[in-house]
């Protein structure tokens, strides 16, 4: 699926002690002869680590010329087994499922490699004869800590590796070259996690923190200054750079908005808050450096809340996207609507796939424009097994005339709210714009949406810039797993929330929906024209979306140095550690932002 960003108004601008901003080098010639300078008296082995998509070798010559005289590389794909070898560790994690894998809940980069080797190199280091580098993923393993001098840890974004994936040009584990029959579940449910784990270990055995976010640019950030970049980050409201992609249902309500996207040609959906997106952090040095919003959660507690923290470790828990709707042109159900589709419950995802959340789904009807609807829930009448035997007929190659003689549909206006617990079978139904708020189920952001009919329309081909692509796969198996029987009038009764005031002043006034006890979330809802005042009690992280505004500042009540600017439909990430905070209308008008935030704290 193509992907592009938008970085506008997406840096975190936070501060930090000018010794520690100071120590921070910028630039290609600048870090390397900085690390030069350490190594370059003495016998000092150093060991350049960290995730995929990096060109390591190219790093590490570029070391040794700075260095010069003489200096030996060790390319740390020496460590590793054969791929054969690799692809046999990880095929219970890839499984024969078509869809999704199961995740790696223990493993380490060291699995995957040969004690033999790992003796030998670390003997080779020990012998501290000059300047020796070793590079590439794993090159820091525990094993070689008492035998290396310089840690580095070169990190990198999600986006990226999925593009390298997605291209066919990413190494992975024991390759040099871009590994061939590379399985995309390998990554998102085994070498993820093993990754993951190495970095955890390097957070705190690191000497510096090293972006590569450009080809040909460094940022050496060393260990002190980027551990007090990290707490100081989980303080502020956090803004993510959010991510575009175009699609058979998508639509052009984004040519408005001013994102500053290039090359989009139409907008199924965009991400504006959730785990594996990236953030910009601007410390007042040359620039904003690049990582991963998952990095934040080394400080879990203050991010997150203690009871998420505890109970979902490592788990960033809750996603909002953003579904475009609007055509100029009226458009037929099959072209603007999602596929019809539903997703687990948190024991379905752990029984299959070992994940420890399940999704849990609610559409805000941000904006509704002529026609304005959303699919829930089948008709009270409607024959459910007749409906499967369809799907499994039709494999979403053969159209399903009578379609809509299955679903029920809704009209939306501005301000609805739809509860989406799982096993409801439902979608966009276009024409609106959605503010689609989830859990996530996954650590590193993998979606599990079952889909079951995409009306057997082609897929987007973003190449040819046209829905020329082949039909989407379905997921037919796990959709007949999941209970699926709710009725149009059931949902009417208890899934088409309505707000109510839970607080009003002369200021502002906070609205909640209405829930059903299966559903971890409160939607709230907080409406002023010049200033309002939320609290996160120190356990409650809240995703805040401003959906009638133009711009708003969110500012700690007991720390106003503590601030972020908010666009209009963009999320701000407001910590659990935040506490009671002020948001200012800043342009004039009527402000409206929408809150998610767990129940239990």
Request: proline share 5%.
């Amino acid at each position: 699926m193509p992907v592009y960003e938008s970085i506008k108004n997406a840096d975190n601008k936070i501060v930090i002690s000018a010794a520690n901003k100071d120590s921070v080098v910028f630039g290609w010639d600048e870090v390397l002869d900085t690390l030069a300078a350490k190594v370059k008296a003495g016998a000092v082995n150093v060991a350049i680590d960290g995730w995929y998509g990096i060109n390591y070798e190219k790093i590490a010559k570029a070391l040794a010329a700075k260095i010069g005289g003489k200096v030996t590389l060790i390319d740390a794909v020496k460590l590793y087994k054969t791929r054969e070898e690799i692809i046999a560790y990880n095929q219970p994690y890839v499984t024969d499922d078509p869809g999704f894998g199961r995740v790696n809940k223990t493993g380490v980069v060291e699995d995957l490699m040969c004690e033999c080797a790992i003796a030998e190199i670390k003997a080779q280091l020990a012998k501290k004869d000059g300047v020796t580098i070793i590079y590439g993923m794993g090159a820091s393993i525990k094993a070689f800590e008492d035998v290396l001098c310089v840690k580095c840890y070169i990190d990198n974004t999600h986006q990226k590796v999925q593009w390298d994936m997605w291209e066919g040009r990413l190494p992975t584990f024991g390759c040099t070259e871009p590994t061939k029959g590379y399985n995309w579940k390998e990554y998102n449910y085994s070498d993820y996690y093993m990754l993951k784990r190495q970095k955890d270990y390097m957070y705190t055995a690191m000497d510096f923190y090293v972006e590569n976010y450009f080809e040909d640019d460094l940022v050496l950030v060393p260990r002190a200054a980027y551990d007090e970049i990290m707490s100081t980050l989980v303080k502020y409201p956090i803004h993510e750079v959010k991510i575009f992609s175009p699609g058979p249902w998508g639509a052009y309500r984004y040519h408005d908005m001013d994102y500053g996207v290039e090359g989009l040609a139409n907008n199924a959906w965009n991400k504006i808050a959730g785990p594996e997106l990236r953030i910009l952090i601007d410390f007042g040095g040359k620039r904003s450096i690049n990582m991963p919003m998952l990095n934040a959660m080394q400080y879990g507690k203050e991010l997150v809340g203690e009871l998420i923290h505890t109970q979902y470790p490592g788990l960033f828990p809750l996603d909002i996207w953003l579904d475009d709707g609007w055509h100029p042109e009226p458009q037929p159900a099959e072209r603007i609507s999602m596929p019809m589709h539903i997703h687990p419950s948190s024991k379905y995802v752990a029984d299959h796939f070992d994940e420890p959340l399940g999704r849990y789904e609610t559409y805000y009807i941000a904006e509704a424009y002529e026609g304005a609807n959303t699919w829930m829930g089948f008709h009270d009448q409607a024959d459910i097994e007749e409906w499967e035997r369809l799907c499994e007929e039709s494999q979403n190659i053969k159209p399903i005339d009578n379609w809509k003689d299955f679903i029920a549909n809704w009209p939306s206006k501005e301000g609805d709210l739809y509860l989406i617990p799982p096993g409801t079978m439902h979608g966009h139904g276009g024409n609106q714009m959605v503010l689609e708020m989830d859990t996530n189920p996954s650590i590193n952001g993998t979606e599990y949406s079952f889909f079951e009919y995409d009306f057997a329309r082609p897929s987007w081909d973003d190449n040819a810039k046209s829905m020329t692509g082949k039909p989407l796969k379905m997921h037919l198996e796990h959709g007949r797993n999941m209970e699926k029987t709710r009725r149009a009038s059931w949902v009417k009764d208890n899934l088409l929330s309505t707000p109510k005031v839970i607080k009003w002043t002369k200021e502002y006034f906070i609205d909640q929906y209405k829930t059903t006890p299966v559903m971890p979330y409160h939607v709230e809802r907080i409406h002023f024209e010049k200033r309002g005042v939320l609290d996160t009690e120190g356990k409650f992280m809240h995703m805040l979306t401003p959906t009638v505004a133009t711009k708003v500042t969110v500012r700690s009540l007991t720390n106003p140095e503590l601030k972020a600017e908010c666009d209009k439909f963009s999320t701000l990430v407001v910590p659990a550690c935040f506490g009671e905070y002020e948001i200012i209308n800043e342009c004039g008008g009527r402000v409206t932002c929408v809150v998610q935030h767990w129940k239990k704290g």
